[in-house]
């Protein structure tokens, strides 16, 4: 997300976070990627098997505990939403996730900011239902089984509206002057969808989005049927891979679509009238960035590839799966390669939790690096020595990235010191073993939720040497690393 913040001058420095300096452990890291290239553990609450107890409310992540719900694991979200038009904003909308139930569960919640419910039904049967903050805690009318397929459907209609944090800025359901746009990296998708929102828990998404006749509707994955009903139109898209709710995305607007390929990939790339001009760069710039990430990074992930330019001015982008969003501007190369980076790196291989944020952004950030080195541009090793330049208490390195804080989740150190990390960590080990634990990374990683720990084992067991010293020297000491 965000890429221009590693990059422009519009940040205001902020006192470094009080990050204690944290120690990763060998025998930790080799433990914890030994069970992520196994196979994911079962969920932490996973239940005795013999008693029906409420699914949790949050799964404990360091930054967002009341984020994502235990007892269950979603396989799918179908939603149909009608959007009226931008002079009401309103959406009428009937969502159903097919989930798992992973313990006995009398209820179980989901996160939903967004507006009125006027219905739950679960496995065809209307359940009662309650709000308390971001949560839709929903009780059954028949508890379920561990490992009960299920099925529940909410039923709900008005305006969703978007969250505005000082740090985090605008993000969730946004209106813009045609339609609106849905970013909701890291918890704005419960302003609209009612999900399990964490990256933990990917599911497959069908969005199935009516419109007045006019506006177009993009969104994550496949296209699907286009059917018009007079004064409507509704659009139907699919997206296949597992996607955490945070990359799920809709833009409504009066987009001009354009559709090619890179090698048998579809890219399919929108922009708004005002960025017209910009539409054939935008495409050429993903196609390339698409291609030279194959060699880099291995094989796509998915089934699509592209991009939208639209929406209000937000001054981010976001890499929504297969899709990425340029908020209101025409990105440069290196912001397309940032967010098409970020299909490895992010979308496909996911976090386990937040606080892990820098393996998203440190590595998209170095992919912009080696893109500009790729034709005799500076180099990575410039580009590096450039950035250490800075002194100590420069946001480009305060605070640690390996665990930065909320508040400063998406601040220039994760971004900055956390390409740091992954160039010093190439000029230990080497570029031969280096390209291959990129390779490795993208490919093993897509197995389980991952975190610091796992990419440690990955790196010390590809190079054959201890790295933990390089490791907290760039993601945990305070201050500008000296040694590592």
Known sequence: MNARRARTARWRPVAPARVSVARVSVATAAASAAALFAGAPGPPDAGDG???????????????????????????????????????????ATVTVTATATRPLTRFDLDFRGPKVSAVLVDGSAATFTRSGQELVVTPSTPLAKDAVFTAVVRYAGRPHPLKDGALGTYGWIPSKDGAVALGEPDGTPTWLPVNDHPRDKATYAFHVTVPSGLRVVANG?????????????????????????????????????????????????????????????????????????????????????GVIGGPRLDYALETQERPVYGGFAPDDVFVVHEMAHQWFGDSVG???????????????????????????????????????????????????????????????????????VEALRERIGDGRFDRLLKTWAERGRTAPVTTADFVALAERISGRKLDGLFNAWLYQKGKPKKW
Not at 56 to 82: I, R, W
Request: charged residues 20%; hydrophobic residues 35%; positive net charge.
């Open 351 to 421: 976090l386990r939790d937040w606080k892990d944020i820098w393996l998203n952004e440190g590595l998209a950030t170095y992919a912009e690096w080696m893109w500009t080195a790729r034709g005799g541009g500076e180099s990575t090793k410039k580009t590096f020595k450039r950035y250490y330049t800075q002194p100590g208490g420069s946001p480009v390195f305060a605070p640690p990235p390996g665990s930065p804080s909320r508040r400063d989740l998406f601040g220039f150190s994760v971004y900055i010191r956390g390409a740091m990390c």
């Open 222 to 306: 496949t296209p699907g049927a286009v059917v018009r009903r007079g004064a409507t139109t509704t659009y139907d898209w699919t997206e296949t891979s597992p996607m955490a709710s945070y990359l799920a995305m809709i833009a409504i607007g009066r987009f001009a679509v354009r559709t090619t390929t890179a090698g048998n990939v579809p890219v399919i790339t929108a922009v708004a009238p005002k960025f017209a001009a910009s539409a054939k760069k935008l495409e050429r710039t993903t196609v390339a960035a698409l291609r030279w990430g194959v060699q880099k990074f291995g094989p796509y992930p998915f089934a699509t590839a592209g």
């Open 50 to 92: 013999t008693s029906g107890t409420p699914g949790s409310s949050g799964l404990g992540d360091a930054y967002f505990p009341e984020a994502g719900n235990g007892g269950y694991d979603v396989s799918h979200y179908d939603a149909a939403l009608a959007y009226a038009g931008h002079a009401s904003g309103r959406v009428d």
